[in-house]
Every structure is written in C-alpha cells, then in structure tokens.
C-alpha cells in the first residue's frame, strides 16, 4: 500500500477546517492540534505488523459506525460550506454521498489512489498561495502583523457589516463592548444582561431592519439561520482582546485538555490508517504540507477577517481566505476561488471515504459488500439531521475508532486467541465501543467534564485492559 | 529485530515529540512564548519542527526496516 494512500483518510475536509480554525480564532489548543493533527498519522505507520483483522459481525458493526460518524464530519463540512455560499446543505449532502459512492464503487476505484488527494491538495496550496501573494506578506510576516493589532475588529469591507451573514448553528456571542446589531431577517434572539451581579435574561422577537443595542458583559444567542448586522469598528464578540492575546492565547491551554486531544487524535490515527505502507516519503510530506499550509491558511484568515468563525462552522475560516482576495490577483476572482476551495474540499472527501472504505473492508473483507453503501447512507442521515458542527462528528469517530478499534488491536498484538467462544479482540471492541457510548450519553457532573468530552480516555484503556486480562487467562 | 528496535525507538521519539507542547505549557517562565522572527516558539515548534522531525523520523524507521 503507498504512502499516499495510506494517509489518505486522514486529511479530509472536517479535520482541515478544523485547523484552520482554531489557529484563526487563537484557539489555546491550537498549537497541540496543529502537531497532532500531522505527527498522528505518521506515528499510526509505526504500528507493529500484526495478523489478518478479526472478521466477526461486532467489528464490521463498529468499523461500519466509526466510518458513518467520520464521514458525516465530512460531509457536514461540505454541507457548511454549500450554505456559506447560498446552496442548500442537504443538496451538498446527497450530491457529494452519491458521487463518493459511485467513485468508490467503481470497477477501477482505488487504482489511482494519489488523484483524489493530489487534487485536493493542490486546489488548496493554489488558494493559498495566490492569498498569500494578494497580502504581499509571506506567512510569518502575516503571523507578525496579526500580532501586532491593538483590537481585533469588523472591518468596513466584512460581510457581516455590509449585508448581514446567517448563523449556521445556535451560537452565543459574548460582548465586552457596546455594540448595536441590527437582525437582517426576522428572529427570535436571547439577551442575558449583566447588571450589577443579577443575569437578566430577555428574549427578543425582531423583524427585519430592527436593532437591538448590547452593553459590555452582555451575551446574545442567536438561532440557526438567523442573520445579523454588526457595527464597523467594533470588536468582534468572542475574540481574543488583541492581536497579542491572539498570538499568545496557546501557553495558556490545559495541559490535560491537550493530552485529552492528543488522546483522541492518535488513537484515532492508529485506527484509520494501516500499517503496512510502503513509501512514507510521500506521507510524511503530506503532513507537512496539512501542519504548515493548514497553519499558514488560519494566520492570513485572522489577519484578513476575524470576524470568521462568527456564523458557527469551522468552515467559515477556510472560506473567509478566498473572499477577500482582490479582483485583480492573478487572474483568479474571489467567486473563482471559492469554487476551487470547494473543488478542493470535495476531493479531499473522496479521498478520505476512499481510506475509511478501506477500514471498512479490512474488517469485513468480502462478506459484507453492503456495509460500505451502509455507512455512507447512514452518514448522509447524520448529517442532513445533526445539530452538532463537523468537529464534534469527527472527535466522535475518532474517539470510538481509537477505544474499540485500535486499543482491542494493538493489546491482542499478532493475536490473542479466543475466550467464552468470541475472539478476544472483540470483547476488548465491545468494552471499548461500549464505555464510550455510555459516557457519549451520559449525564457526568461538571468535575468530570474532561471524560464527557474526550470518552476516550476511559473507554481506550478499558478495552486495552480486558483484551490484555483475558489474553493472561489460560 | 534491530528493525522492530528502530520503531520501537521511533514511536518513543514520536510520543515524546508530541507531549512537548503540553509540557511547555507548565514549565515556569512560559519559553513558549519566547518570539524567534516574531513568531512564538511554540508555534513555530508546533506547525514546523515538530511536524518536520516527525516526517524525517518516520522516513529513516522505513529505511532501516
């Protein structure tokens, strides 16, 4: 297997957004998911060689679950992405689950394994690189002056001053200035005022052109699909105060949540990608490029629009680069950009639903053709119905790929033989996949807030433990 | 074996690799937010050292294998 295609589910549209995400809003965790986001996968390749997988119907249900849940982070991406730019999120659902399907169901499919991930890249790198060139600073120079800002505000020139942008999500914007935003379509928005130590909670009903006048300390929740107007000038609620606190936000971050995250990630990684690649050479300089280009995307995305990341949706961090390249950079129009960005995200998809077909496949080998139709079926629903944004989709794959797929695995090693008439490897799977779905689910007091976030944690070494403790037991 | 010590020495590496910015983060004097080209050197750790000493690091696993 190549390297390329070896590393080919990792890098899809969920996990790039959310990356460039989180170095766009200054995310504390920033700087550990850029790292891990590139190291994980390359740590996966080193796994021991082991036997053929377990086939039994409890794997392929789990690989079958943990590939629904990845795809649907994906194609709840692509789904942003087509309402950022006016189209309708379920027509971007069933086109691109139904040209997936049909790519990765094709007599040939898999003989070309680098196009997908070739195209996707380069599309990107293109944006990027004519972004970049548009600014006239190279990334460090962009990371220096985004530094540098005194306020991080809305620019005159910012679609959300201009005409107005729609919330994607249910999203609550927290103000430490007084702002006056005025609701660009009728809606329903929840003010919770601070005065004097009392929280006042009042919901207002506003129509079209109404405005509503907030004061430092006052947060303002906004339905999905609701459009607001915010002030030129002002700072952007939720921000970093500064260009500094921006640069600055990541030693600030819970070494426990980042460990939580590196859990997740390379557990994940462990699972999704095989071991047996041939040639790394071209893995590792796919990470590479995922770590800086991802990174450097984020920096010029803040620095041209910190206002993106208001609507709910990592995506709107990737998109808000392209918009807001002038018309006369290189030929290429800001409309034209986006579309190649879309192009690109649509590649990257294909080619992640090409590796996870491949999870999917080692799991069931022949038996089971239909659980890959299954799966993106049952990604589609997920997505079309799922309130959630792509990143919490995509930590949810990962985790359950990590707690029932590669911790039963890398504890059985090159086997670890059968108890109670069940390979062990499956109890462990069981374990694993279960103690992530009760703490998925279940209601943790606030003191345990890290393990409702990151299951993995317990569910991982669970699923370790009884593979290794029935292995002991001859 | 000296294949399976070499990948058993990378993964060591590779963990260690990763575990940086968590430990940076509690060390007093917070170095990560030292500027080199007026970038900290977390960040610079985090988007190019860290990854870039990854991928030659799996590379040359590869190799002795």
């Known amino acids: 297997m190549s390297g390329v295609r070896a590393v080919a589910a990792w890098p899809g549209p969920a996990l790039v957004a959310g990356v460039v995400a989180a170095v766009a809003a200054g995310a504390p965790a920033g700087p550990v998911l850029v790292l891990g986001a590139a190291v994980a996968p390359l740590l996966a390749l080193l796994q021991p060689a082991r036997a053929a997988a377990t086939r039994h119907p409890v794997t392929v249900a789990i690989a079958g679950l943990v590939a629904a849940l990845v795809l649907s982070a994906h194609l709840a991406a692509l789904a ?37 991930p070739l195209i996707g890249g380069g599309a990107l790198l293109l944006v990027l690189v004519t972004a970049g060139a548009s600014t006239g600073l190279a990334p460090w120079g962009a990371w220096a002056a985004a530094a540098a800002r005194p306020a991080l505000v809305f620019s005159g020139r910012s679609p959300w001053v201009t005409d107005g942008e729609r919330f994607l999500r249910r999203t609550t914007l927290a103000f430490d200035e007084g702002h006056r935003v005025v609701a660009v379509t009728p809606g329903t928005f929840r003010v919770v005022e601070a005065d004097e130590g009392r929280r006042v909670v009042r919901d207002w009903r506003l129509t079209g052109g109404d405005a509503l006048t907030l004061r ?12 607001l107007r915010f002030e030129p000038g002002k700072r952007v609620p939720g921000a970093p105060a500064s260009g500094s606190a921006w640069a600055d936000a990541a030693p600030r971050a819970s070494p426990t949540r980042s460990l939580a995250l590196l859990a997740t990630l390379v557990l994940g990684a462990c699972a999704l990608v095989p071991v047996s690649a041939r040639c790394t050479t071209a893995a590792a300089a796919i990470v590479l490029a995922l770590s800086v280009g991802a990174t450097s995307w984020g920096v010029y995305a803040t620095l041209a629009s910190p206002e993106a990341g208001l609507a709910g949706s ?71 119905i799922s309130i959630v944004d792509p990143w919490t989709l995509l930590m949810a794959g990962l985790g359950l790929a990590g707690a029932a797929l590669a911790a039963p695995r890398l504890a059985a090693g090159r086997g670890a033989g059968r108890r109670l008439g069940w390979p062990v490897e499956v109890l462990g799977a069981l374990v694993g996949a279960g103690a992530f779905v009760a703490l998925t689910v279940a209601k943790l007091p606030a003191a345990l807030e890290l393990l409702a976030a990151f299951p993995v944690l317990v569910a991982a070494p669970l699923g370790f433990a009884v593979v290794r403790a029935l292995h002991a037991t001859r | 074996m000296a294949a399976d010590r070499g990948r058993r020495i990378a993964v060591v590496v590779f963990v260690f690799l990763l575990l940086v910015p968590p430990l940076v983060t509690v060390l007093p004097g917070s170095p990560g937010t030292m500027r080199v080209a007026g970038i900290t050197l977390l960040w610079w750790y985090a988007a190019v050292v860290g990854p870039l000493a990854a991928a030659l690091g799996v590379v040359l696993a590869r190799a002795v294998r």
Do not use: K
Not at chain 1, 85 to 110: F, Q, Y
């Open chain 1, 314 to 384: 990592p995506i709107e961090a990737l998109l808000s680069l392209p918009r807001v390249v002038p018309p006369s950079a290189h030929g290429l129009s800001a409309g034209g950009l986006v579309a190649v960005v879309v192009v690109g995200l649509l590649a990257l998809f294909i080619a992640a639903a090409e590796g996870l077909r491949q999870v999917v496949r080692a799991a069931a080998g022949t038996r089971w053709p239909e659980v890959w139709a299954v799966a993106m079926g049952a990604a589609a629903l997920i997505a079309v």
């Open chain 1, 216 to 227: 430092p300390g006052d947060t303002l929740t906004a339905e999905a699909g609701s459009r």
């Open chain 1, 80 to 116: 942003d992405t087509a309402a950022l730019v006016g189209a309708r999120r379920w027509h971007a659902i069933v086109l691109a689950a139904a040209l997936t399907l049909l790519v990765t169901l094709m007599p040939n499919a898999g003989r070309r394994p680098g196009l997908a």
